[in-house]
């Protein structure tokens, strides 16, 4: 195995079983100086963790490090695994626990996947409630092609994937055989895809969440689905849960959960479900004091849904069939929504990639790298061969041009960053990458990237989409985001931008070196055939690269002028605005405000249904002409309007206290 990015490290894994590897392991993870015990966060040190194929024998837990990748050998799964004698609560332990509380904050954990291995456990004892995985973390983070294989014996305590808290996040394409749990999750959200569960006592159990969205997945043969009644009827502890195009094959209960007419907080444990097929399942979903909410069938549910609803008039409790969404066609592939994992060039030689780096780009963050990166795109996309960033920051001074056909994949997402007066006029914003000129037709993959800024850039679009995409073959954007401010190199620290929690700052008289973007993205009117799967748009609230402390970015538009004569907290961005839109479907959103001029106290005063002062007044908006307009398991914070039709709010707050949240399982405007 080896790592790249910072010192070489020398590596002695033998990956010959029955060896012990564990020490090699993390001297890779944790040699150079990087991110782990103690250390805040940073994006000063990533690292690629690479395993080749073969198995890899542990006797105490694999610790994760702060922005790292794990990733094994996507032809050729090599296989971690767990020592008879192993001591640990984890195999892979993501954040630990070095004191009572995990080594970083769960919330903001950013930067880090890990992929194609098999995490074994079978060797342990089944009595051991050892996990597989522990991963509390929060966006911009992936697990994904991963197999866990557990102890198939009656009884057994072990469980494969533990996620006690955080805010992720993504996970997909992934495996689970056996165990007592197969996934035990807590966490405020998370967008997860193509899971299948085998022979498992419980698929699932949730802990707790604010809103969780499955798609494809395929639990078989376990005793329960998905279990979300943790609490009681009086105390629920699960917020929602939205499933779609999933099947559940010779399992006693598919979903448990508490949630009645007359639950609490009253609109926690909302389920939806869409284009879901059950098989030799006796009850579907079982409510409160193991009543039968749902029985079960041979054959698939269109659309049911339990929790509060507005169709569009409410609010009303519901309990039964629901009309689902007629999906438009060309999202549709197969029995479901299109998806389609990030690609991993598996097949292709050395020599299909073009190196950035060989290519005389430098990435340091100091040269113009504009010329170099445009030259390398141009050469390796009309000689059919893939981009590959090397790891780095990347200036960019003038707008940078992903055409049709090209595939570009990054190391430890390396950061494209505009700098510059080019980007620096809020009155003619300009692209810092742009996806195809407008008219282009075609296809383009790019994963694993950031694009960022430096310094006050008022005009910067961070990336541009303009590309038409055949509904046969749609363009894809797999972990790329956009970061603005909070990291050294990007002039935007606690030095330029430090908070001012005592000091309101008005709304015409920001500071002009911390307006920082234009927007993150903008896909423009043409545009169709683009497929996104956990791109992370971030505006920065805290210094990574400073102990986390808070700082003020100013990233979006001024909404002060929309509130002539308004009191409150009016001119605060929307999380959501639908504008003469048309079968806008959203399977599960979570919009949050979470501080008003950095103070906290308006989301705790919401949450404990004290609602005097909510961080703002609306959050959601639905305007025009837009029709169709369906949102499964909208969960928003500290707003007091939790939407608007027309100017006017039709949900309020206080009507759907959920887990900290508010929640409405079904919102639809015809």
């Known amino acids: 195995?080896?790592?790249?990015?910072?010192?070489?490290?020398?590596?002695?894994?033998?990956?010959?079983?029955?060896?012990?590897?564990?020490?090699?392991?993390?001297?890779?993870?944790?040699?150079?100086?990087?991110?782990?015990?103690?250390?805040?966060?940073?994006?000063?040190?990533?690292?690629?963790?690479?395993?080749?194929?073969?198995?890899?024998?542990?006797?105490?837990?694999?610790?994760?490090?702060?922005?790292?990748?794990?990733?094994?050998?996507?032809?050729?799964?090599?296989?971690?695994?767990?020592?008879?004698?192993?001591?640990?609560?984890?195999?892979?332990?993501g954040d630990p626990y070095f004191t009572p509380d995990p080594n970083w904050v769960t919330t903001d954990v950013f930067y880090r996947q890990i992929g194609h291995l098999v995490v074994d456990l079978r060797d342990i004892s089944s009595?051991?409630?050892?996990?597989?995985?522990?991963?509390?973390?929060?966006?911009?983070?992936?697990?994904?092609?991963?197999?866990?294989?557990?102890?198939?014996?009656?009884?057994?305590?072990?469980?494969?994937?533990?996620?006690?808290s955080g805010s992720g996040g993504y996970f997909g394409d992934l495996i689970f055989n056996g165990g007592n749990i197969g996934a035990g999750l807590g966490s405020q959200q998370f967008t997860t895809r193509n899971l299948t569960y085998n022979n498992a006592k419980t698929a699932i159990s949730h802990f707790w969440n604010w809103g969780w969205t499955y798609k494809d997945i395929n639990i078989n043969n376990c005793?329960?689905?998905?279990?979300?009644?943790?609490?009681?009827?009086?105390?629920?502890a699960v917020g929602s849960i939205t499933v779609l195009d999933?099947?559940?094959?010779?399992?006693?209960?598919?979903?448990?959960?508490f949630h009645s007419a007359s639950s609490l907080p009253e609109s926690a444990g909302s389920v939806i479900l869409e284009n879901v097929s059950t098989q030799n399942e006796p009850i579907?979903?079982?409510?409160?004091?193991?009543?039968?909410?749902?029985?079960?069938?041979?054959?698939?549910?269109?659309?049911?849904?339990?929790?509060?609803?507005?169709?569009?008039?409410?609010?009303?409790?519901?309990?039964?069939?629901?009309?689902?969404?007629?999906?438009?066609?060309?999202?549709?592939?197969?029995?479901?929504?299109?998806?389609?994992?990030?690609p991993q060039y598996q097949s292709y030689s050395w020599s299909s990639f073009s190196s950035v780096r060989s290519g005389g780009a430098t990435g340091n963050g100091k040269t113009d790298d504009t010329?170099?990166?445009?030259?390398v795109i141009n050469e390796a996309t009309s000689t059919d061969r893939i981009v590959y960033m090397d790891a780095g920051t990347y200036l960019i001074t003038?707008?940078?041009?992903?055409?049709?056909?090209?595939?570009?994949?990054?190391?430890?997402?390396?950061?494209?960053?505009?700098a510059g007066s080019f980007f620096q006029d809020s009155s003619n914003p300009q692209a810092v990458v742009r996806v195809g000129n407008k008219g282009d037709s075609g296809q383009v993959e790019w994963s694993d990237a950031t694009v960022s800024t430096q310094g006050g850039q008022a005009g910067t679009i961070l990336i541009e989409w303009n590309l038409d995409s055949p509904a046969n073959s749609p363009s894809g954007m797999w972990d790329v985001h956009t970061r603005v401010g909070g990291f050294t190199g990007s002039n935007l620290q606690t030095e330029q931008c430090l908070e001012t929690p005592a000091t309101q700052i008005p709304p015409d008289a920001p500071n002009a070196a911390c307006i920082a973007a234009y927007m993150p993205m903008h896909i423009t009117p043409e545009v169709s055939g683009l497929y996104m799967e956990n791109v992370w748009p971030w505006g920065t609230d805290h210094d990574l690269d400073g102990n986390g402390q808070q700082i003020t970015i100013y990233s979006d538009p001024d909404f002060h002028k929309t509130c002539a004569g308004k009191t409150g907290n009016c001119a605060l961005g929307w999380g959501l605005r639908v504008v003469d839109s048309t079968d806008k479907l959203v399977y599960g959103a979570g919009l949050y405000s979470f501080f008003h001029n950095n103070d906290a106290s308006c989301a705790a005063q919401s949450a404990a249904q004290n609602a005097t002062t909510p961080c703002q007044e609306a959050i959601l908006s639905v305007e025009g002409s837009s029709s169709a307009i369906t949102i499964y398991n909208l969960n928003t914070i500290s707003s007091s309007s939790m939407a608007h039709a027309n100017g006017t709010s039709v949900a309020n707050l206080t009507d759907h206290l959920s887990v900290f949240s508010e929640g409405i399982a079904l919102f639809r405007q015809a």
């Open 246 to 257: 999933s099947v559940f094959t010779n399992t006693g209960v598919g979903i448990k959960t």
């Open 1 to 93: 195995m080896w790592r790249t990015k910072g010192p070489k490290v020398s590596l002695q894994c033998t990956n010959q079983h029955p060896y012990n590897d564990t020490a090699a392991i993390n001297n890779a993870i944790s040699s150079g100086g990087r991110c782990g015990e103690g250390c805040f966060s940073s994006t000063l040190t990533p690292a690629v963790v690479y395993f080749p194929a073969g198995t890899y024998l542990t006797s105490y837990p694999i610790f994760d490090y702060y922005f790292t990748e794990i990733i094994g050998n996507p032809n050729d799964l090599p296989v971690i695994k767990a020592s008879s004698s192993f001591s640990g609560g984890w195999l892979i332990d």
């Open 371 to 375: 010329a170099a990166l445009q030259q």
């Open 223 to 236: 005793e329960a689905g998905i279990d979300m009644s943790s609490g009681n009827t009086s105390t629920q």
């Open 127 to 164: 009595n051991s409630s050892v996990s597989g995985i522990h991963w509390p973390t929060a966006q911009a983070t992936s697990l994904q092609n991963l197999v866990f294989e557990m102890s198939t014996e009656s009884g057994t305590k072990q469980q494969r994937l533990f996620i006690e």
């Open 284 to 342: 579907i979903v079982q409510g409160a004091n193991n009543a039968t909410s749902l029985a079960g069938i041979d054959g698939t549910i269109a659309g049911w849904g339990e929790g509060h609803s507005y169709t569009p008039d409410g609010p009303k409790e519901i309990e039964g069939n629901i009309t689902p969404n007629t999906r438009p066609n060309s999202l549709v592939q197969g029995n479901g929504f299109y998806a389609r994992s990030r």
């Open 398 to 418: 003038s707008t940078l041009t992903i055409p049709a056909s090209a595939k570009i994949v990054g190391e430890a997402y390396p950061v494209n960053m505009a």
